[in-house]
């Protein structure tokens, strides 16, 4: 058996733990004790009528919509690292024993994440809210339903069970419920978005460090002993930049401080401020991905059941919408640092022409993603469209990774034309390093120069 697991129950799940499921591709595994709670939940459950209960309010619409195969989403398809994570989440979600659902079907569960059988699901729902759609998209390979990757192509799941000798789960409408509700759709797309994000925060200070020495300019408004003058932000981010500016004589720099553009002497600052933002961000979805976020919650040892209405998606929608500001922020410096570097350096002037372009296309996106909502019905009067937050700020992250890439070559080139310019060990050994990457492929194209820098830069320590 191999040990390269992640176990889940009830106990707290890191962050480094998620970034190592998805590092490592760890298989998933519930331990003893959420075996057993699960069991005593079923059991608990199988002695008593639920499902007419008028308090909970169930329904047999989440069973039947299992039941059928025309629940498909609209709009693009979720990400397979993403399903990997809604998956993962579900199973943890289920572990604590509070869903009164069969040990099988945590179980098969398991046997798809671990075995690549992974639902096809998408961003948009087809009617409802997001979460159920998409939740309901997860769960319908369960019973035979919709379609799955699967040996790297898309596939009914009637088929990929028969191929992989399963049999379809049998589930009750008070599982349904289970299965369709919870935060996992935006909490997948959460920690996903937060591990792009700390990576992006690493090498958005290496990135605008080789700018600063490219430029020649001063590092003072970002020496890590002014920044205990401040009480908001930390000393990150003029730490990592003092050591990749130290040079072994002084530098002749060809501006006083007051001649310097801002978004040069505003790199410290900002930077930090991103950082504060994803560290705030982080906690509430930690604390979600902690919570049981299913309905109805089920507490077997005080013999009783609580329809759990409450849904976070508003929070989370929140949280990711300020994430996608402060990370928007990032993106706009970045740029003006790229201009600065082409007024200087004629030979990166496409690298700026293309830097504004993602400007122009990044603000056609909706400032604000977590005031959309839908009418559904009478009762599902005010449903939140999580979606839109995900999906937006997956898309500022990944404008904000191709900006730092367009960065990294704008600053990289004009290091390598300036042989005046003194490097600390780190810049010198970082642009050998970028110039390798470069140097791969003999294609000289832009766009080919681009994805070898944004490669690059998600793998800077």
């Given amino acids: ?194 591990k792009k994000t700390e990576q992006l925060l690493k090498a958005s200070d290496v990135v605008a460090a080789l700018s600063f020495i490219a430029c020649n300019y001063t590092i003072e408004p970002n020496n890590e002993l002014t920044d205990g003058f401040s009480n908001i932000g930390g000393s990150n981010t003029a730490v990592i930049m003092s050591k990749f500016l130290s040079t072994s004589e002084p530098a002749n720099h060809k501006s006083n401080l007051n001649q310097q553009p801002y978004s040069f002497n505003s790199t410290s600052t900002l930077h930090d401020a991103a950082k504060d933002s994803f560290h705030y961000v982080l906690n509430i979805f930690l604390k979600e991905i902690n919570s049981v976020s299913e309905s109805p919650v089920i507490l077997p040892e005080k013999d009783l059941v609580v329809g759990n209405k409450k849904s976070n998606s508003a929070s989370l929608s929140l949280a990711l919408d300020l994430l996608s500001t402060a990370i928007t922020n990032l993106l706009h410096v970045s740029e003006r640092r790229i201009n600065q570097l082409a007024r200087d350096n004629k030979s990166v002037e496409a690298i700026q022409s293309e830097a504004s372009t993602i400007i122009i296309e990044h603000k056609k996106l909706k400032s604000v993603a977590s005031d959309d909502y839908v009418y559904v019905d009478d009762i599902k009067d005010f449903v939140h469209r999580g979606d839109r937050a995900c999906t937006r700020c997956l898309q500022v992250i990944n404008n904000a990774e191709k900006m730092l890439g367009l960065e990294m070559l704008a600053a990289a080139n004009t290091n390598e034309l300036n042989k005046s310019i003194q490097h600390s060990s780190f810049s010198e050994q970082l642009l050998y390093d970028f110039k390798q990457q470069i140097q791969k492929g003999n294609d000289d194209r832009l766009q080919d120069n681009l994805q070898k820098a944004i490669d690059f830069i998600r793998v800077i320590k």
């Fill in 1 to 194: 058996m191999s040990y390269n697991y992640l176990p889940l129950d009830r106990k707290k799940l890191h962050f480094q733990q998620v970034k190592n499921l998805l590092d490592y591709n760890q298989l998933v595994s519930i331990t003893f004790d959420a075996h057993e709670r699960i069991l005593a939940c079923s059991e608990w459950v199988d002695e008593h009528s639920l499902e007419s209960n008028p308090y909970l309010g169930l329904s047999d619409q989440p069973l039947a919509m299992l039941l059928t195969d025309n629940v498909e989403g609209l709009g693009e398809e979720v990400p397979q690292d993403i399903v990997k994570l809604m998956l993962m989440l579900k199973i943890k979600s289920l572990s604590c024993g509070y869903a009164g659902v069969q040990i099988e079907t945590v179980k098969r569960l398991m046997e798809m994440y671990n075995n690549g059988v992974l639902p096809v699901v998408y961003t948009k729902p087809l009617k409802s809210d997001t979460s159920d759609s998409a939740l309901i998209q997860l769960a319908l390979p369960l019973v035979g339903r919709g379609q799955v990757h699967y040996g790297g192509k898309i596939r009914k799941s009637s088929e990929v069970l028969k191929e992989v000798g399963w049999q379809p789960i049998t589930i009750s409408s008070l599982e349904a419920h289970a299965l369709s509700s919870g935060t996992q759709f935006m909490t997948a797309y959460g920690m996903f978005i937060l």
